[in-house]
């Protein structure tokens, strides 16, 4: 979820260099909840004038006889935080809180093409974010803390937009095996392992990992470079996997289980599938168009009992 400083923007006085001082002491009282008033010319803010410091400066000794009828340009803070409207809150945010003690709390300035374009209250800015965490926490998966079908929905809206992408849709073959061998609490433990592998292979490609739930997963990548990352997370995942199975079943290579028919069936140990949809071949303007092809080649992936991945009909165990 992203939101943008430029989302969350509040009107704000701005007012010319040349204005004087006794101006700003007015604006100040007339707008009490006024922290800041942002200097400009020819709408570009230079600095700011903050309340606090104003009332500060004007108190000292010989301060207000000196500045009153002053320009606000004495007074005003040249140094201030300032970005562009679509940048991040979570940005603003770090940059905000890594300043002075003396500037921590004063308001960030938002521009436009370079022009003022408003400003935020740190306040408003600390209360979006601690929303937009919550909301991005109740939007994990609790097993893996990865990010739920929400997240994964709006990515993967955001994708379409990018000139190449891949979309690796995962899922673990013979799981229920496992599960009825071992128990769900060891399966947990599987699924927690595979969403370690695909995170760290994600991360280092600058990809997003996120968990549809049981044991499907969806790796989006902004390339179309998907064969060394998917034969990277086959190779992982095949030699992960054995430290999970007595060694009885890894000398042997399957265990023995009721299949669906309720009867007694030797069943490999569990494989990873992956279905690559990329559009590279062939364009895709919906979400629902990838998610329908993925399943077609999801289908084909299932038909091979070995790890494998499958793109355009191009298999790889």
């Not at 927690?192 to 989006?220: C, P, R, W, Y």
């Amino acid at each position: 979820m992203r939101i943008n400083i430029g989302d969350i923007v509040e009107h704000s006085i701005a007012v010319q260099a040349t204005i004087n001082n006794s101006e700003i002491d007015q604006l100040f009282k007339d707008n009490y909840r006024t922290h800041g008033i942002i200097i400009i010319e020819n709408k570009k803010p230079l600095g700011m004038v903050t309340r606090t410091d104003f009332y500060q400066k004007l108190g000292s000794m010989y301060g207000y006889n000196l500045y009153i009828n002053r320009p606000v340009s004495l007074l005003m803070k040249e140094e201030i935080l300032c970005f562009d409207y679509q940048t991040s809150i979570t940005e603003v945010s770090e940059k905000a809180m890594d300043r002075s003690s003396n500037a921590l709390y004063d308001d960030i300035v938002v521009t436009k093409e370079g022009q003022l374009f408003g400003s935020v209250s740190i306040r408003s800015l600390l209360m979006t974010l601690a929303s937009v965490q919550s909301q991005i926490a109740s939007s994990l998966n609790p097993l893996t803390k990865l990010p739920g079908n929400r997240m994964i929905n709006d990515h993967l809206k955001e994708l379409l937009s990018h000139e190449k992408f891949a979309v690796l849709y995962v899922d673990l073959d013979q799981f229920k095996a496992y599960n009825d061998v071992y128990g769900f609490s060891a399966g947990d433990k599987v699924i927690q392992e595979t969403a370690s592998i695909l995170q760290a292979n994600a991360v280092k490609n600058h990809g997003f990992v996120g968990h549809v739930g049981g044991d499907d997963f969806v790796v989006l990548l902004y390339s179309w470079d998907f064969e060394i990352i998917c034969e990277q997370i086959i190779a992982n995942f095949d030699q992960s996997i054995l430290s999970f199975y007595k060694e009885e079943h890894r000398e042997q290579g399957y265990v023995k289980t009721e299949n669906r028919k309720g009867e007694i069936e030797e069943i490999p140990l569990v494989s990873i599938s992956i279905a690559v949809v990329t559009n590279r071949f062939r364009p895709f303007d919906s979400v629902d168009g990838i998610v329908n092809y993925a399943a077609k080649i999801k289908k084909e992936c299932k038909t091979h009992r070995c790890s494998c991945f499958i793109s355009n009909q191009f298999v790889t165990c």
